[in-house]
């Protein structure tokens, strides 16, 4: 399968618990992206890597989330000390070209 | 600021018939639009996209059309299927940075 998968696809917490998930984008795509979905709206982007370098942040993307992308292979989305407000589907995306962006399945988190 | 607008949330349309989804943009920086199709639990699958150069681009049963003057796109579907039950989103990456900013969304239900 060459598509971009995530882990974990469902993830249950106490508010307050830290969370981590992991994207692994299709292999030869050098761009990585984090969106966050609600009920009823669009994904919201979070967060830009090309290669290893985060390139842009969201001001959605407070100082309890933080994201790595070690070595430009898979990539980290850590939420830490979590709030009932982060309770969302995040995507994780990889491209070639900025304008074509694919999806994984996302991870659906729900704070307890 | 909803850069991108789907004004109608959901739309039910007999099978074999055309669907139109409608999708509205207000930055008249945006130059590349693109039409996802998400099914429940999963990541947003690309569709279709369209660059402003063009008026119009074709992919088998899928259209989409572009008014740059009325700042308007829609996604023609013709014959509709059962499968093509999904929300579909309407997307464009800002100029000169990598988000895509999405609309909110329409549910299309066909019924068979």
């Known amino acids: 399968d060459t598509g971009v998968s995530q882990d974990p696809r469902h993830k249950i917490t106490k508010r307050g618990q830290n969370v981590t998930f992991r994207c692994d984008p299709i292999?030869?795509?050098?761009?990585l992206y984090w969106y966050r979905q609600t009920l009823g709206q669009g994904p919201e982007f979070l967060t830009y890597?090309?290669?290893?370098?985060?390139?842009?942040k969201s001001r959605l993307l407070s100082d309890r989330f933080s994201a790595e992308r070690p070595k430009g292979s898979f990539s980290t989305l850590e939420i830490q000390r979590t709030e009932q407000g982060d309770s969302a589907m995040y995507l994780c995306?990889?491209?070639?070209?900025?304008?074509?962006?694919?999806f994984g399945p996302g991870t659906r988190l729900t704070v307890l | 600021d909803q850069q991108v607008k789907q004004n109608s949330p959901s739309l039910s349309v007999q099978e074999g018939r055309i669907s139109i989804l409608n999708c509205d943009y207000t930055?008249?920086?945006?130059?590349?639009f693109l039409w996802y199709k998400k099914y429940p639990a999963e990541g947003p699958t690309f569709l279709i996209s369209?660059?402003?150069?063009?008026d119009k681009n074709e992919d088998g049963r899928f259209t989409v059309f572009l008014n740059k003057s009325a700042k308007h796109l829609s996604l023609h579907i013709v014959p509709s299927q059962p499968g093509d039950s999904a929300v579909y989103f309407c997307?464009?990456?800002?100029?000169?940075?990598?988000?895509?900013?999405f609309g909110t969304g329409t549910r299309l239900t066909i019924i068979p």
């Open positions: 369209i660059s402003s150069i063009k």
């Open positions: 292999s030869e795509h050098n761009r």
């Open positions: 997307a464009a990456p800002n100029f000169g940075n990598e988000k895509l900013t």
């Open positions: 995306a990889s491209s070639l070209r900025y304008n074509e962006q694919f």
């Open positions: 930055n008249s920086m945006f130059d590349y």
């Open positions: 890597f090309q290669n290893e370098a985060q390139l842009e």
